[in-house]
């Protein structure tokens, strides 16, 4: 409880701080449905999460206010590390913030969709030794004429393309239902080896969903204004830490803050954060 109540203070603290520089700093939010949201001069805090990352979320998107700064365009072209650390190893920096990125990331979402992708892999890769222990010659990548004879014949064809479906009959107008889920008590009549391939179709269309999402967010948590934002939310939640994930990135950003390269972020660090820089 008591950290709770410094964990609090320390966050008014930061926010009365912003709103001293002229920005407006909204802590009773939705934030847009995400934790936090910065636009122009304004910084939403969602009132949904807990003080410690209310804080967490006011450093990220407080320095994306200050890489605005930088560079007014990030919302069109999300900044460059050139601009950020100049005179610099780009390259170098870059393969550094992205470590710094997989410690400070909390977005649970991004960890789930890895840690299902794995096992949707293993699925697959069961499911085909299963297959392969009656049919050697089977491949999963391939079409299985042996198997595919079978399936035409049978609603369980629907099931090749969707996880879900409802058929209707063409003469009573009469409806049923199937799903991957189900599979095995809908349709018992067909061998195990042929419901584990309808499966394993299945399992590679999800494979393909989450890949998707994952380039999605890779894509996202590459962007130099993220990686700005994640390497200064990562100094508050341990300095050290980062110095050792990051150390040519460290040097050269004390650099540039002690040359006032980032504006009031060399203030806001003096004043809030647990570390000497």
């Known amino acids: 409880m008591t950290e709770e109540i410094e964990y609090s203070a320390t966050f008014y603290a930061m926010a009365e701080f912003l709103r001293s520089l002229g920005i407006t700093v909204n802590t009773n939010t939705k934030a847009r449905g995400h ?8 910084i939403d805090i969602s009132s949904n999460i807990d ?44 393969d550094e913030l992205l470590q710094v990125t997989r410690f400070v990331d909390t977005n649970r979402g991004y960890k789930i969709l890895t840690k ?62 199937y799903s991957i889920k189900n599979i095995d008590e809908d ?12 499966k394993i179709k299945s399992c590679q269309r999800a494979l393909k969903r989450i890949s998707s999402r994952l380039n999605r967010l890779n894509s996202y948590y590459s962007r130099p204004s993220e990686l700005f934002a994640r390497f200064v939310e990562g100094l508050f939640i341990d300095t050290n830490k980062i110095s050792e994930i990051a150390p040519y990135t460290y040097l050269v950003f004390c650099k540039e803050l002690a ?19």
């Open 51 to 94: 003080y410690k990352r209310k804080i967490e979320v006011l450093i990220h998107e407080f320095t994306h206010y200050i890489h605005a700064r930088i560079e007014p365009d990030i919302h069109k072209n999300h900044g460059t590390l050139e601009k950020l650390f100049p005179n610099s190893d780009i390259k170098k920096i870059q």
């Open 187 to 198: 349709f018992p009549g067909l061998s195990t080896e042929i419901r584990n391939y309808i």
């Open 116 to 177: 299902k992708r794995e096992d949707i892999c293993n699925e697959i890769k069961q499911l085909d030794k299963s297959i392969k222990e009656l049919h050697p010659d089977f491949k999963r990548s391939y079409p299985y004429p042996a198997f595919d004879k079978i399936i035409k014949k049978s609603d369980v064809k629907y099931l090749l393309k969707y996880d879900r479906v409802i058929v209707k009959t063409t003469f009573l107008g009469k409806t049923r239902e």
């Open 259 to 277: 040359d006032n390269k980032y504006l009031e972020l060399a203030d806001f660090i003096n004043n809030f954060f647990k570390c000497y820089i």
């Open 35 to 42: 934790q936090g949201f910065y636009l122009k001069n304004r």
